[in-house]
């Protein structure tokens, strides 16, 4: 074993330990100094993920790397570096070397180089490239305003906009309403919004909607439901026993909250939901359950603890404006619903992806569908629908793949 260059490192005075880490790391690749990793599936909904990340300098990076593509439409690199970002976010320690992460699913070997490079130089070039790129923080910046997807971000950028000023006072921007919203409420809708202010905003839809009707059942779902402490935004299920009644009850329920002064903006979608049009049909993104994309005015004094401060931001108001998804399924579908609701992204696609190929069963917010039995499958509790699929129950804690 050569050991020179650690008595060239003393003598220069170079940290010793760091590159003794490397050199035993180039000699053993695959030694590990952890206990093996425990097996992880190659399916989300069969892993375990809290919200507690131990390698969020790789998921980080797998992120941008994945938004990248998505930019570029490059669309299996981008579920490629989600579904690594998603493995890696279930490893219940931080992964010191590449070689314990070689065990685990879903890992190529683009994925295993970026990891090597973070390891060894603190950060991957190809990201820190990516991060600099003037196209990618146009179009980071552009889609961070709600109502702005990928490709409008896109031609915006191709027209030559630069900064969200631009858009707004170039004449041939037709903005529809959504943009409108989304522009003039920016500064506040891409602050995150906090456990407290989704819980506030909870208690005002829930008595709202018990206004309305002493049957109505709120349950708040998204990411918060996972247990997440931040969210971009905060998503409800609204239903009622009342066979028929829900989206009258959404309805009366934006009409109050315009009504009480706090609906800044609502882009209603009526429900296309037929119960003989159920799954086996098609899987589009979007369920067909009534829904209503709001933004709504939070007041301060509604908070417990008050508003989040964000520093350099305090213009005096009270209230800040907050982005809220309200969907109401019909009662028996109440299951699917809140099962795709819950997500993560990444946990609904695997859940989707495990029906069809391990089950031969078509899943959706709808409904689930066996294509040996030729028939739909009840559920009246998330349990009932996993027991289905043959998978363990994963509470929603879990669920953060
Ligand atoms: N969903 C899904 N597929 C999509 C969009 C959403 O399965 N294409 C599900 C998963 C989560 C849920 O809907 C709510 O969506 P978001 O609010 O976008 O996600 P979130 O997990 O709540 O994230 P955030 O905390 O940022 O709001
Ligand atoms: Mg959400």
């Known amino acids: 074993l050569d050991i020179s260059w650690f008595t060239d490192s003393m003598k220069e005075g170079r ?20 206990p093996p990793m425990v097996e992880l599936s ?6 375990r993920t809290s919200t507690e990340n131990h390698n969020e300098i790789f998921t980080d990076a797998f992120e941008v ?46 994925t295993r180089a970026v990891m090597q490079e973070i390891l060894q130089y603190g950060q991957s070039c190809e990201v820190e490239k990516i991060l ?27 027209g030559g906009l630069r900064t969200l000023k631009d858009a707004l006072e170039d004449p041939s921007i037709e903005l529809n309403s959504m943009q409108k919203a989304g522009f003039l409420h920016h500064k506040d809708i891409s602050q995150s919004v906090s456990r407290a202010e989704a819980m506030a905003l909870g208690d005002i839809l829930h008595e709202t909607a ?12 998204g990411g918060f439901r996972r247990g997440k402490a931040f969210g971009h935004d905060v998503d409800f299920l609204l239903s009622t026993p009342e066979k028929g009644k829900e989206e009258i009850l959404l309805l009366s329920l934006v009409d109050s909250l315009r009504r009480q002064g706090i609906l800044l903006y609502c882009d209603h979608h009526t429900s296309t939901f037929d119960i003989n049009n159920m799954p086996g049909v098609s899987f589009e993104a979007m369920d067909h359950f009534a829904k209503s994309f709001l933004i709504l005015r939070l007041y301060d004094s509604q908070v417990e603890g008050g ?56 899943l959706d917010n709808h409904g689930l569908w066996d294509n040996t039995k030729k028939e739909f499958l009840e559920a009246e509790s998330e349990e009932d629908i996993f027991a289905h699929l043959g998978l363990e129950y994963i509470e929603p804690q879990l669920r953060n793949a």
């Open 15 to 34: 940290p010793v330990a760091l590159e003794a880490r490397h050199r035993i790391q180039d000699i053993l690749p695959e030694a590990s100094p952890h």
């Open 42 to 47: 190659r399916y989300a909904c069969k892993r």
């Open 65 to 110: 790397l994945a938004e990248s593509y998505e930019f570029s439409q490059c669309d299996s690199q981008c579920l490629a570096f989600r579904r690594a970002a998603s493995v890696l976010k279930s490893v219940p320690c931080p992964l010191q070397h590449v070689g314990a992460a070689a065990s685990l699913p879903c890992l190529g070997g683009h």
């Open 210 to 221: 018990l206004g309305i009707s002493a049957h109505a059942v709120l349950v708040l779902t």
């Open 307 to 362: 508003l989040q401060r964000v520093e350099g931001q305090d213009d005096g108001r009270s209230w800040r404006a907050v982005r809220v998804d309200v969907v109401t399924p019909p009662m028996e579908r109440y299951a699917f619903a809140l099962l795709g609701w819950t997500g993560s992204r990444q946990f609904e696609r695997d859940l989707r992806r495990f029906a069809r190929k391990e089950n031969r069963m078509l």
């Open 132 to 158: 600099c790129n003037d196209r990618y923080q146009m179009l980071k910046l552009f889609t961070s305003v709600f109502g702005v997807g990928p490709k409008t971000a896109e031609k915006w950028y191709r």
